[in-house]
């Protein structure tokens, strides 16, 4: 069974930057579709950003600008790199595999 794997979350000041990274726990596994959700307390999960491994990108509006999604050289690695951070972006975020593949998740807290 293929885990996703999460990394690089943790407590950064507004205006901050964070870098997450996510592979899978099988290096033969491949995705063509990776991307990251967030889900704050109280909230439902929310889409982020998606990546396909032809170079796609698709981003909510309130990162655009401000998120960079990518993909490594494996079909198995997703990063985001997050930028001008604020309080509201304070949430877990998961890294997703299609189809239905998730990670354990990350906090992200942004915090003064």
């Known amino acids: 069974q293929v885990q996703l794997v999460e990394s690089g979350g943790g407590l950064v000041g507004p205006g901050g930057s964070l870098r997450l990274s996510c592979a899978a726990s099988a290096s033969i596994f491949s995705f063509n579709v990776m991307g990251w959700y967030r889900q704050a307390p109280g909230n439902e999960r929310e889409l982020v950003a998606t990546a396909t491994s032809g170079g796609t990108t698709n981003y909510a509006d309130f990162v655009k600008g401000r998120f960079t999604i990518s993909r490594g050289a494996t079909r198995n690695t997703v990063f985001l790199q997050m930028k001008t951070l604020t309080p509201e972006d304070t949430a877990v975020y998961y890294c997703?595999?299609?189809?239905?593949?998730w990670g354990q998740g990350t906090q992200v807290t942004v915090s003064s």
């Open positions: 997703y595999g299609a189809p239905g593949y």
